[in-house]
């Protein structure tokens, strides 16, 4: 049973940056890892998700040209580097991950419903 562990979360100005982490118990090399983020009341939204190869990368809408995603797979984590952040970027953001066959080793999508394991979440606050 993979477990993962967010952190980096907190409370930032507006334009400010953050860097998420998510932190495997276990080998990351064949699974493709997503960042969602949930806000009280919506539903949860797809922030960005890597390939388990990193040669694949997508992000949301909301996000593109804000946020980068990278791997690690030394060290069995995932960053989310967070710049000019936005009142509305304000969300849990929690990490996912969905172990495939090497055949899929460059595909990532942001359907939340396909990932296996999920991290606890971390809060990030953007405010003034």
């Known amino acids: 049973q993979l477990q993962l562990v967010e952190s980096g979360g907190g409370l930032v100005q507006p334009g400010g940056s953050l860097r998420l982490s998510c932190a495997a118990s276990?080998?990351?090399?064949?699974?493709?890892v997503g960042w969602f983020r949930q806000v009280p009341g919506k539903e949860r939204e797809g922030v960005s998700c890597?390939?388990?190869?990193?040669?694949?990368?997508n992000y949301g809408d909301s996000v593109k040209g804000r946020f980068t995603i990278s791997r690690d797979n030394a060290k069995n984590t995932v960053y989310l580097q967070m710049n000019s952040l936005k009142p509305e970027d304000t969300a849990v953001y929690y990490c996912?991950?969905?172990?495939?066959?090497?055949?899929?080793?460059?595909?990532?999508?942001?359907?939340?419903?396909?990932?296996?394991?999920w991290g606890q979440g971390t809060q990030v606050t953007v405010s003034s």
């Open positions: 996912a991950a969905k172990t495939l066959p090497a055949k899929f080793q460059t595909m990532c999508v942001m359907t939340s419903s396909i990932y296996d394991y």
């Open positions: 276990g080998s990351l090399d064949y699974s493709a």
């Open positions: 890597v390939s388990s190869s990193g040669g694949s990368t």
